[in-house]
């Protein structure tokens, strides 16, 4: 790490004799609460792997932070790092906002993190190839058959079908909270087509950039082969027989608000950028429009959701996808990454069966836990959160982005009204889970460093075998007391060090 001197300063503002006060620090207004605090174990008191970049912070004239912060602004605004706010009337492509205090996590913490992070996938894995095949965990009632068939992300086209390799959820972002007692756990999954890693990989870049110093003192475990890794994973699960294998990225076009993570990702793994409208299939082949003519494509990196991905087997009035596309893949002779059904497992009413079935397939007890998540469609349950609506975070099920969410302590009582309205029509469709206090990082705010709350999505890629870069995407909720780290909500990202102790 930076090199770390037996006792780091601290900081005060207690006053000392006579009239003289301590001169003011960017931390003066920093304030502990109940949340967990990244940085400080104790007021003014620095956690051990945070100690140099503290002592780096108050050294830093508030000036020269400034002119960092638009430094990186400038270099997103370059590089078109921006994302689509939808619903608003005003100007909806912004920058990606972005905080410079990094946030590190320690390797023996991160080791744990990994570990709980690849049992997951393998179980999640294992039981999305169960219920679209034999039905055992359905069968032994360990999740509710009913549960699985009312999901709308689960695909009754798939039943029966083999995906290369067996591997259904090639990329996965995962969202960790800290608790107060500083344990990680898991708040929700994505599986479908998680989004983000761009920014995690393009903050990585403008920091090296910006604070090229903290860099060559600090021994910060490299992310930077992650989109080599996720083309490897890729060409691992084409189909038989095709050794050198053609692989596109499909997106739903320059309208997207991840359209800009699109370009970068298919940029970087050097394959091409495609719409619905450049693929054709062909006697259940699917192939490439070209300036040479049609070139057979292979694997698919999908960004476009089931629903879109072929109007004659889902949604007839989606222009996004390729018709036949589906007929290609039954047929083996395209893979598509993620394999289409996949969202089953990140419905969130699913969620709170995931230690069941990491114990099922793997015989496991969970590294890393689940919130405390309650269903609604049991009566005691849903009675017992109709009553404390305004202790809990109520969320749609099939929901993401933070929309169709209800945190309790910040609701008025007509919104809470309405949730109950919403609970009662459709229990199926809502858990909910205490409001937690996620752990809090320090961030540049307007000359100072105050604490915000954040959490961390780490990206897992699962082909022949797991790969997971160290670190992840630590998202931040802006806003001053805010718990809602999603960018189209007001939130933005900062770096995350995984270093050496």
């Known amino acids: 790490g930076f090199p770390v001197e037996p006792r780091p300063k601290l900081m005060s503002t207690a006053p000392t004799r006579g009239l003289h006060m301590q001169p003011t ?32 912070l108050l050294d830093l004239p508030d000036e020269q932070m400034r002119r960092r912060k638009s430094v990186a602004d400038q270099s997103f605004l370059h590089q078109g790092i921006t994302f689509t706010v939808y619903g608003r009337d005003e100007g909806t492509e912004r920058i990606f906002p972005h905080d410079l205090v990094p946030r590190i996590i320690t390797s023996p913490e991160w080791s744990r993190v990994e570990r709980g992070l ?3 996938i393998r179980a999640l894995n294992e039981f999305l190839k169960d219920i679209y095949h034999e039905g055992r965990i359905l069968n032994d009632n360990i999740v509710p058959r009913e549960m699985v068939y009312s999901c709308r992300h689960f695909r009754r086209e798939m039943r029966g079908i083999d995906v290369p390799r067996g591997i259904y959820i090639t990329v ?10 500083g344990e990680f756990v898991v708040l929700e999954d994505n599986l479908r087509v998680p989004s983000g890693v761009s920014y995690m990989l393009t903050s990585r870049q403008v920091m090296k950039r910006v604070f090229p110093e903290w860099f060559r003192q600090t021994s910060v475990k490299p992310i930077e082969h992650y989109p080599q890794a996720l083309l490897a994973t890729l060409r691992s699960l084409a189909p038989e ?15 997207n608000s991840a359209y800009f ?37 292979d694997v698919i990196y999908r960004r476009v959701d089931d629903d879109f991905i072929d109007p004659l087997a889902f ?29 089953v497992a990140d419905d969130k009413a699913l969620y709170a069966y ?49 929309y169709g969410m209800l945190i309790g302590p910040h609701s008025t009582a007509q919104e809470r009204a309405e949730f109950k309205e919403r609970i009662l029509a459709d229990p199926r469709n809502y858990i909910a889970q205490p409001t937690i206090q996620l752990s809090t990082a320090p961030c540049f ?19 022949d075998k797991v790969t997971i870069v160290p670190g992840g995407l630590t998202r931040v909720a802006l806003k001053k007391g805010s718990l809602v780290v999603n960018s189209s909500q007001g939130g933005g990202s900062k770096d995350t060090w995984v270093v050496n102790e």
């Open 118 to 120: 690849e049992q997951r």
């Open 445 to 463: 705010i307007d000359g100072a460093i105050e604490p915000r709350h954040i959490d961390l999505r780490p990206y897992i890629l699962f082909g």
């Open 25 to 56: 620090t960017p931390f003066s207004s920093y304030q502990l609460g109940a949340s967990y605090d990244e940085m400080f174990s104790a007021p003014s008191v620095p956690r051990h792997h945070y100690a140099a970049l503290h002592r780096h």
């Open 241 to 255: 027989g095709r050794p050198d294998p053609t692989i596109v990225l499909l997106s739903p076009g320059v309208f």
């Open 354 to 402: 995931v230690p069941r079935i990491i114990r099922y397939y793997l015989n496991e007890d969970p590294i890393l836990n689940n919130v405390e998540t309650f269903l609604m469609t049991g009566e005691k349950e849903r009675q017992h959160v109709i009553d404390n609506l305004d202790k809990y975070v109520v969320k749609a099920v099939g929901e993401s982005g933070g």
């Open 315 to 343: 949604r007839s009035d989606s222009i996004l996808g390729v018709p036949g596309v589906f007929n290609a893949y039954r047929s083996g002779n395209v893979t598509l990454a993620n394999a289409i059904g996949t969202g």
């Open 172 to 181: 996965v972002g995962t969202d960790l909270i800290r608790m107060p007692s």
């Open 261 to 297: 993570e699109h370009a970068f990702l298919a940029r970087q793994m050097g394959i091409q950028l495609v719409e619905g409208r450049d693929l054709v299939v062909n006697d259940n082949i699917l192939y490439m429009r070209t300036t040479t003519g049609l070139e057979r494509v």
